[in-house]
């Protein structure tokens, strides 16, 4: 699968952004799917990700909401009340889940559980 993030830009603390992931292939819903961010001089980092569940880092629980549409094969990530603290370059991220001992398994929010990645899309937020 080929993902393409946008949405990305520079926006007032405060503000709001909307990214989005555009996935390739036939499957999306197969798919569990992720945000994860890198800030300058720091580790890429879990945001937040969804499959039958969703889930996200404490940073940004109740100001960030992932969401995903199946039928256009897109996952999106609603940033509110953005903070200095949340520029970063986002990354969109997917992972097949995988079915063993009579259960399906998804990725939830460790980097090395995704398999697929796409190319960033950087956030600023200015105080």
């Known amino acids: 699968v080929q993902l393409q993030a946008s949405g990305g830009g520079l926006v007032q603390a405060g503000g709001s952004l909307r990214l989005s992931c555009a996935a390739s292939?036939?499957?999306?819903?197969?798919?569990?799917m992720g945000w994860f961010r890198q800030a300058p001089g720091k580790e890429r980092e879990f945001v937040a990700s969804i499959s039958n569940s969703r889930y996200y880092a404490d940073s940004v629980k109740g100001r960030f909401t992932i969401s995903r549409d199946n039928s256009e094969n897109m996952v999106y990530l609603q940033m509110n009340s953005l903070a200095p603290e949340d520029t970063a370059v986002y990354y969109c991220a997917a992972d097949l889940a995988k079915y063993y001992g009579g259960r399906w398994y998804y990725a939830t929010d460790r980097e090395d559980e995704f398999d697929y990645w796409g190319q960033g899309t950087q956030v600023t937020v200015s105080s």
């Open positions: 292939g036939r499957t999306f819903s197969d798919y569990a």
